[in-house]
Nanobody, 127 residues
Framework: QVQLVESGGGLVQAGGSLRLSCAASGRPFSSYRMGWFLQAPGKEREFVAAINWDGTRSYYADSVKGRFTISRDNGQNTMYLQMNSLKPEDTAVYYC????????????????????WGQGTQVTVSS
């Protein structure tokens, strides 16, 4: 089992940047493929970005391609989401998630593939 804690959220103006972190504890971090999701008020949780166990594969939602970068440091048991050129529509609670599937060499964008979730961190982008 793994415990996940997000940090780095906050209030930023449109066009600004934030870096989210997801710190993991428990089983070895390299056991998991990871993802970032967001949930805006009144909406379902949706995919943002995913990364495989060793960081060699990543995948992004169309809405964030070219603006967000997912990365991980297995030595530090931490995953990151660098968010640039932020827009008001990026405002949401951001969650990190882990999946210990045997398919950890690949990425997945499906919410139901992930077994473990953090508590979320709020990102608010003002116009």
């Amino acid at each position: 089992q793994v415990q996940l804690v997000e940090s780095g959220g906050g209030l930023v103006q449109a066009g600004g940047s934030l870096r989210l972190s997801c710190a993991a504890s428990g089983r070895p971090f390299s056991s998991y493929r990871m993802g970032w999701f967001l949930q805006a008020p009144g909406k379902e949780r949706e995919f943002v970005a995913a990364i495989n166990w060793d960081g060699t594969r990543s995948y992004y939602a169309d809405s964030v391609k070219g603006r967000f970068t997912i990365s991980r440091d297995n030595g530090q048991n931490t995953m990151y989401l660098q968010m640039n050129s932020l827009k008001p529509e990026d405002t949401a609670v951001y969650y990190c998630a882990a999946d210990d599937s045997a398919l950890r060499g690949f990425t997945t964008m499906r919410v139901n593939d992930y077994d473990y979730w953090g508590q979320g961190t709020q990102v608010t982008v003002s116009s």
